[in-house]
């Protein structure tokens, strides 16, 4: 953990939205047969939005993750301000995608993430792959992550629980200053 903490330190990352990927698994010792893991998931961003990273702990946000793996690396990262009641043209991405963003939104979840993801070959070059956008709605602190595939349909990827903004994130999001919060962002693993 702290050999990944140093070097996102080092490319100037910043912690934008973190909250808990939601996973169902059988368990036949609840009501229902039905348990819910969750595990620590964050974006993070550097300054001008050229890299950034999905990043996946093995516990909850609510305690400290042991370790700490890069589910995606992202460029062109923008974050969106998802409490407001519109969809920035920017985050909408052409083909269905846009109409499910659309029909979200009507029930209060918006974009607050849309980025490109980035795959490395074996040969270590890099390309472009799918677009992707994390969706929130912020009262209820839920959201997910979609990808926009080739023919502009939406392709659900992951659901998030107790979704929030870091102070980093809410002053790229809205474009300003928050000189009363501390605005380091949240490391890797915590809250």
Avoid: W
């Avoid at 169902?24 to 961003?45: H, I, K, M, P």
């Avoid at 939406?154 to 929030?164: A, F, M, S």
């Amino acid at each position: 953990m702290a050999e990944m903490n140093a070097a996102l330190k080092a490319e100037g990352q910043r912690t934008m939205i973190i909250g808990d990927r939601l996973s169902l698994r059988n368990d036949a010792q609840r009501d229902g047969g039905l348990a819910v893991d969750e595990y620590a998931n964050a974006v993070t961003s550097n300054a001008d939005g050229s890299v950034g990273y999905q990043l996946e702990g093995d516990r909850s946000r609510s305690q400290t993750s042991t370790s700490m793996c890069v589910a995606a690396k992202l460029t062109n990262v923008r974050i969106f301000d998802a409490a407001r009641s519109e969809i920035p043209q920017q985050a909408l991405l052409g083909g269905r995608i846009d109409d499910m963003l659309r029909a979200d939104a009507k029930v209060g979840a918006r974009p607050m993430v849309v980025a490109d993801t980035v795959h490395r070959a074996k040969d270590g070059t890099e390309r472009i792959g799918l677009p992707m956008v994390l969706t929130g709605n912020v009262p209820a602190r839920v959201g997910a992550i979609y990808a926009r595939k080739a023919d502009g349909e939406p392709l659900l990827l992951v659901r998030l629980g107790t979704l929030d903004y870091t102070p980093a994130g809410l002053e790229r999001a809205r474009g300003t200053a928050l000189a009363s919060l501390d605005v380091r962002g949240i490391a890797p693993g915590g809250n």
